[in-house]
């Protein structure tokens, strides 16, 4: 129905018959793009470990880490980053400087996940899974201390 | 025979000044504001944090699905509207649904106070609104000026 609508329309506005094509396929990737779920992570379940005591770091630039959704992560520079635990992925580290989610159709709040200094990943603590990050960068970090 | 054409001629804008009030009498939002209120407001119980759900936008007014919070029904999305829910330490899920469901995953700790904004992006039949979490530096410059519409 939407489509003969369109056609008609277009018709009707005095376009050629390529036009309504167009506009028809124009229409059903609106469709697509904003009516349903499009933009996924894929998740896997993990198992977290709590721990403390490990090195922190802090930032040393800004950072964009891609989990394949289309809206990467920023780390901002100048973040301070404490060990909290553990998955069999990395270690997982948190800061309270900024606010750390994962980003397809919906939102996860994230910790980062590294292993040495190379980003491994994500953990989702409401969803108890692993996010792959799409490569493996390593992390500008500026100092590393241990308590 | 001319006053019969004249009100008939009127009726459309008639129709436009009711449709126009309408929507703004849907717009308007009452209560007090947050900046009013905020000096009022205790902290959390003990062992609960709060979590404020504000929307700042007026843009796509007549879309004002309803907040679920963990599945549950706690509000809607007016625009220049917030609640506040304190809820035990744990973790929480809020969603929004128009002709789709769009959610956020959080964590919340006792005494933490966490801001979530509702967005409004585009839809194919009406706009969609999405929660996102934003830090407490944002949260408190965006919803100092929106109204409490329910807690």
Known sequence: VLCTAAARLVQFAGCSRVAPVSFIVAMVLAIAGCAFDISH????????????????????????????SGFPTQLRHGTHWQLVGRVPEGDVYHTS??????????????????????VAGFYLPVEHSFVAASDRPALPIERRSTP | MNKTVQRAA???????????????AGCATSGATYTELQAKLAPPPAGEGRVFIYRTTVLGAAVQPSVMLNGTVVGHAVPRGFIY?????????????TEVTRTLSLTLVSGQVRYVRLNIGMGFFVGHVWPELVSDQEGISDIGECHLVGS
Do not use: C
């Not at chain 1, 992570?41 to 394949?68: C, E, K, M, N, Y």
């Not at chain 1, 750390?100 to 040495?116: H, K």
């Open chain 1, 97 to 118: 400087d900024q606010i750390v989610t994962v980003e397809a159709s919906n939102i996860f709040e994230a910790m980062l996940v590294v292993q040495g200094v190379q």
């Open chain 2, 85 to 97: 829910l304190d809820r035990p330490a744990g973790n929480y899920t809020i969603s929004t649904e």
């Open chain 2, 10 to 24: 009127a009726l459309p804008r008639l129709l436009l000044v009711w449709m126009t009030l309408a929507v703004l």
């Open chain 1, 41 to 68: 992570v894929q998740r896997v379940p993990t198992t977290f470990v709590a721990a403390s005591g490990g090195p922190d770091w802090t930032l040393d630039q800004d950072h964009s880490i891609g989990v394949g």
